[in-house]
């Protein structure tokens, strides 16, 4: 059995689910893009091909295995983008969460059943129908949970907007204990330099009480004033709009002293470093053009 423990997102990492870009399928149609970011692609004819993604992802999965982490990675789904394991499921403390996640995505789902099987069946959950979470939007800092949503009264009209307030309220309720702070997120169908996809694509923890932000990817400057209070605007990296667009907040930590980070991000990586803490570099420049990075595309299991 797998004994699931994710409480934070910077502890010594010992498991986790990262995607595969096998076996991706054809690139997408510009009606069948998810976000603004693919479809930005889709139409310039940059659209990432599947061996440079493959690439990129054995890069993340040798770092994974220089640091001695078991590595579970989905059954492939013939022509099927299995990259981002964030989106379909996550862990807080000892429970794995299901994501209520667009319809025709599903079958990612059942793709990691053999690693849900591992787990004590009590301990797996899945939200109601009216429930829409997505892993991206979940944050964990110890006795908080960030989570990103969209309060706009047209949240039914952004493909964009993945978590809703019923799934700020699901959490809440699953985790009394918790302090639940939900965040109000940018959102544009359109435009990706203005598109908070997730929580992740605007801001992460990072070492023992730093954090990546992006002050413009929150709709209310309350919400960006209450990580400035938690963390203290001397430990917080401010990232431009652009770097946002490179999303240069989706990094991964395997542990509080080491971030896996994509290698052109210049000015962050060096940030890190003078911070006391060891970059892994790898390219993932071609993943990002789908709007996600390392964070979307692993899902821990256990960290310590």
């Known amino acids: 059995m797998i004994k699931l423990n994710v409480n934070n997102e910077t502890s010594r990492l010992r498991a986790v689910v990262l995607g595969t870009a096998k076996s991706n399928g054809p690139t997408p149609t510009e009606d069948q893009a998810y976000d ?3 479809l930005e692609h889709i139409k310039a004819g940059t659209y990432p091909v599947e061996a440079d993604m493959v690439l990129e992802m054995e890069a993340v999965a040798n770092i994974f295995k220089k640091y001695n982490i078991k590595v579970f990675r989905p059954e492939l789904i013939k022509d099927c983008n299995q ?3 964030r989106d379909i499921a996550f862990v807080i403390d000892d429970v794995f969460v299901k994501a209520n996640i667009l319809p025709n995505r599903e079958e990612e789902l ?8 591992q787990i004590n069946p009590e301990k797996v959950v899945r939200p109601p129908e009216e429930v829409h979470i997505e892993g991206g939007d979940v944050m964990l800092w110890n006795d908080h949970i960030f989570i990103g949503t969209y309060k706009g009264s047209d949240y039914k009209n952004y493909i964009t907007a993945r978590t809703n307030m019923e799934g700020v309220q699901y959490i809440k309720d699953l985790f009394p204990n918790k302090i639940v702070k939900e965040f109000d997120l940018v959102k544009s169908k359109i435009e990706p330099r203005d598109n908070a996809l997730h929580l992740d694509c605007c801001f992460q923890p990072v070492g023992k009480d730093k954090g990546i932000i992006y002050k413009s990817g929150f709709r209310e400057e309350s919400d960006y004033m209450y990580l400035v209070n938690l963390f203290g605007r ?8 652009e770097e946002m667009y490179h999303m240069n907040s989706n990094v991964f930590s ?8 994509e ?16 970059v892994e570099e790898v390219p993932y420049a ?16 256990i960290r310590e």
């Open 110 to 117: 059942e793709a990691i059943q053999f690693i849900i099987d």
């Open 83 to 85: 990259i981002f394991t």
């Open 234 to 241: 001397e430990n917080l990296f401010h990232i431009t709009r």
């Open 36 to 38: 603004p970011k693919s």
């Open 286 to 301: 071609e993943i990002a053009k789908q709007e996600g990075l390392l964070r979307c595309s692993t899902l821990p299991l």
């Open 254 to 261: 395997i542990a509080e002293d080491v971030v896996i980070s």
């Open 263 to 278: 290698k052109n991000f210049t000015r962050l990586n060096t940030w890190l470093r003078e911070n006391g803490i060891t």
